[in-house]
């Protein structure tokens, strides 16, 4: 039995962009773009009917900008993960867009086929970030100093260890190979961490781990 194709909405102001990114996708097999958006308020209202898997989403446009585009978006359609596609990767983007609940982070030089499976990742809620973004994020990481409390001492070390995982990239199945447990097992770790973290997702419970020094350089 064919799984069903992974639902995209296409979020950007530019006509252009949007149906290159359409046009590509198209020829996909296993992705199905639903509808276009130029604005966030439009992106808002289709994703609210259309609960698409994937929203791909530009960050600065007439009206809202992706950040605040892709927080009304979580609220509406908890289910869809959203994937910024942009030319930006300053701090003031890429931190903002990621605590808003974006699951990954690419720029607008990304290949076809990259991109495509940015998406297929995205849809096993497996995280992506543009190198460029990913050098922030490890700077970041590197200046920050953990606070003398945080919500992570509330985490068993199993928890703890599991959260470094996700932090570092691996999905589910990569986790319980690396731990020896069942992805069964995993799933259920990973919803105790959200619930102690106070997180929505998986992509936010690792920004949380970087920011408060969780996730630690390996000569550290």
Do not use: C
């Not at 605040?68 to 910024?84: G, H, K, L």
């Not at 076809?112 to 990481?141: G, N, Y």
């Amino acid at each position: 039995m064919q799984e069903a194709a992974i639902t995209v909405l296409l979020v950007d102001d530019h006509k252009l962009v949007r149906q290159g990114v359409r046009t590509f996708l198209e020829l996909q097999p296993d992705i199905q773009v639903l509808a276009e958006a130029d604005n966030g308020e439009v992106a808002i209202q289709l994703a609210s009917q259309l609960k698409p898997a994937i929203v791909l989403m530009d960050m600065i446009m007439p009206g809202m900008n992706g950040i605040e585009a892709t927080r009304r978006i979580r609220q509406v359609s908890p289910q869809s993960r959203i994937i910024i596609l942009t030319s930006f990767h300053d701090d003031e983007y890429i931190f903002p867009a990621l605590r808003a609940g974006a699951i990954s982070y690419v720029l607008k030089d990304v290949g076809p086929d990259e991109l495509a499976d940015t998406i297929r990742k995205a849809s096993r809620e497996e995280s992506v970030l543009h190198p460029r973004v990913a050098a922030r994020v490890v700077q970041e990481i590197q200046g920050v100093k953990k606070e003398s409390h945080n919500l992570g001492e509330d985490l068993s070390e199993r928890e703890l260890d599991v959260l470094r995982l996700i932090a570092a990239g691996h999905s589910n199945a990569e986790i319980a190979e690396r731990l020896v447990i069942s992805e069964k097992t995993v799933k259920g770790h990973v919803s105790n961490i959200l619930g102690k973290l106070h997180t929505a997702d998986r992509t936010q419970a690792a920004v949380y781990a970087w920011e408060h020094g969780i996730v630690r350089r390996k000569d550290e």
